[in-house]
Nanobody, 127 residues
Framework: QVQLAESGGGLVQNGGSLRLSCEASGRAFNTYTTGWFRQAPGAEREFVAAISWTGGITEYADSVKGRFTISRGDGKKTVYLQMNMLKPEDTAVYYC????????????????????WGKGTLVTVSS
């Protein structure tokens, strides 16, 4: 089991910034990809960004490219999502995800490929 804990959500104004963190604990796997998904009210969960274990590969949804940056801490078990130029349509619950097969950084962005989920953190962007 891998436990994932998100933090850093909150209320921010249109055009503002937030940084989300995802801390992993539990059983250690050799390597896995960490991703971020989000789910707005009444919508399906959608892919936001992902980063490989080494940090050498990243992928982003088109809707966040140029505004969001995913990074991995030196200890590998913490992943950050820096969100700049936030828009009201970014409002959602953001979930951290662990993908043991690494599909998230190879174009497979469906939520069905995720092995472990965090409980989510709410991001609200006011207009």
């Amino acid at each position: 089991q891998v436990q994932l804990a998100e933090s850093g959500g909150g209320l921010v104004q249109n055009g503002g910034s937030l940084r989300l963190s995802c801390e992993a604990s539990g059983r250690a796997f050799n390597t896995y990809t960490t991703g971020w998904f989000r789910q707005a009210p009444g919508a399906e969960r959608e892919f936001v960004a992902a980063i490989s274990w080494t940090g050498g590969i990243t992928e982003y949804a088109d809707s966040v490219k140029g505004r969001f940056t995913i990074s991995r801490g030196d200890g590998k078990k913490t992943v950050y999502l820096q969100m700049n130029m936030l828009k009201p349509e970014d409002t959602a619950v953001y979930y951290c995800a662990a993908d043991l097969s690494n599909g998230l950084v190879h174009g497979k962005h469906g939520s069905g490929g995720v092995d472990y989920w965090g409980k989510g953190t709410l991001v609200t962007v006011s207009s």
